[in-house]
């Protein structure tokens, strides 16, 4: 069985990673019949408690009470559904895509990026979501001994953010590899589409108002400007399937969607991630986490040893245990113990 999986990732674009070029994992380990090694890196990180957690963790809209909003987990399955797309129409490997981004988030603490700026605020060192998805993966999992997976795995997870002016602007990296660039675009298709969704169910903004350019270059509903985007990243990366001897291949978009979606993503910023009652919403994430860090900096002899490190400094291990708490977990915890922002929060 094995030996068949083998012989088909050979078949992959010449600039797909592969198992048998991979720098490997940090512990070496006996191959499993059956499963090939970004198969089993993608089957470790869905079977840990962090990933569970991400259902009750938030996307853009705080702790939401109704159905219909994205949480992280169901962001997680929509980038992987964009990622898995993308790098089976580039003959890339679509396993690795997959392991990567269903890893990529599991670092977010509560309250999304509130509570990722509350605990940057915290450290001495600061704190990004990125390297702590790696931290989760690579040490805090499986009882302290992390999940020992592929490096290009972990790269692909720890280049995934974006810097707000480009998506593909290098800020925190280039991925080593074309499935982790795909990664990083699968997130923002991932993101813009269904926060604009999200925004218009809150009630922040109607598909209308949405900037012109997008929408006569992607279309008017999520449909369309989802397959707009993934079908114009397939023909503008097509180089990466070996066709057309390009030496070093790129995952990127066509110069006209790349406007388009660096416009509505601006656009999403002011109106949505900036704005007054979703910033309103994030400060009080924020107190709530300062609240709950610093409760555990004082009181170190109650955070839980399955999510931190013993040897570690108290202000890592404070850190470690709040980020990974779920939205609610927090709430419910900050109101037993006193916080009053907490107390008065109606969720
Ligand atoms: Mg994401």
Known sequence: MRRRLEASEEL?????????????????????????????????????????????????FIAPALDHYVTRLTHTLEVAQVARTIT?????????????????DIGHGPFGHAGEEALAECLPEGFRHNYQSVRVLNVLENGGQGLNLMYETLDAIEKSSKAREDIFAVG????????????????????????????????????????????????????????????DIV??????????????PVI???????????????????????????????ERG???????FEHFARHPELISPDYSLAGDPVERRAADYVSGMTDRYALRLARELGCSEALDWVT
């Open 12 to 60: 992959l674009s010449p600039f797909a990673a592969r198992g048998r070029t991979s720098k490997g994992r940090r512990e070496p380990e006996e191959p499993s019949p059956l499963r090939l090694e970004y198969q089993r890196d993608r089957d470790r990180i869905l079977h840990t408690k962090a990933f569970r957690r991400l259902k009750h963790k938030t996307q853009v």
């Open 286 to 292: 924020k107190r709530v986490v300062i609240f709950l």
């Open 88 to 104: 089976r129409a580039l003959n890339l490997n679509e396993d690795l895509a997959e392991a990567a981004a269903l890893g990529h």
């Open 235 to 248: 023909a503008a990366s097509w180089p990466a399937t070996g066709a057309g001897g390009v030496a070093l």
């Open 172 to 231: 925190w990296g280039v991925p080593a590899t074309l499935e982790g660039q795909v990664v990083k675009v699968a997130d923002a298709v991932a993101y813009v589409n269904h926060d604009i969704g999200d925004a218009v169910r809150a009630g922040l903004i109607r598909e209308s108002d949405l900037p012109d350019a997008a929408r006569r270059v992607l279309g008017t509903s999520k449909g369309a400007r989802l397959n707009a985007l993934v079908t």
């Open 252 to 282: 990127a978009f066509s110069p006209e969607v790349a406007a388009a979606v660096n416009e509505l993503r601006e656009f999403m910023f002011q109106r949505v991630y900036l704005y007054d009652s979703t910033r309103k919403e994030a």
